[in-house]
């Protein structure tokens, strides 16, 4: 096949990934020990920039065709909206704390609390309507995939 298409895996499984992967990342927090400042700072600024990065790719591409095509639902985009610009104060204050500080435990894990609601609403409920609905999710996957290499180079 030479489809171009076939290098690139869809929408919703690229975001799966992501979800599983800052999943991992929380867990790994909670598993240093309570003085592991110097790991705890520098995955919770990693678990940060993954998000941050997350956050665009979905307000930029997935949440305006997931608005066109469903725009009956679109409470839901709305609702995850609030959800992203919530986690995105709590990112910017983690981001500018350091780890031995008296709330930062708290941050971090108010914010693994958050990103659990959010991604279980986004996979239980908006994923499989964008499935149903007429979006090509491999050519969403494209653009996920291009404008992360993009993102991530500047």
């Known amino acids: 096949m030479t489809d171009s298409k076939v290098k690139y895996q869809d929408a919703i499984t690229l975001l799966k990934k992501d979800h599983k992967e800052v999943k991992q990342a929380f ?5 240093l020990g309570p003085k592991a400042y110097v790991g705890k700072k520098k995955l919770a600024n990693k ?6 990065l997350h956050t665009q790719l979905e307000e930029e591409i997935i949440y305006p065709a997931f608005r066109e095509k469903l725009a009956d639902s679109k409470d839901l985009v709305n609702e995850a ?3 992203h610009d919530s986690a995105k104060v709590l990112i910017e204050e983690i981001q500018q704390m350091e780890a031995d500080a008296e709330l930062f435990d708290a941050k971090v894990k108010v914010l693994s609390e958050y990103i659990d609601h959010h991604v279980k609403e986004e996979e239980d409920e908006m994923f499989p309507l964008l499935k149903k609905s007429n979006v090509d999710l491999l050519v969403l996957g494209e653009k996920l995939t291009e404008r992360k290499q993009q993102l991530s180079k500047s």
């Open 47 to 52: 678990i940060c920039a993954d998000l941050t």
């Open 27 to 31: 867990s790994q927090y909670e598993e």
């Open 81 to 83: 909206k609030v959800e």
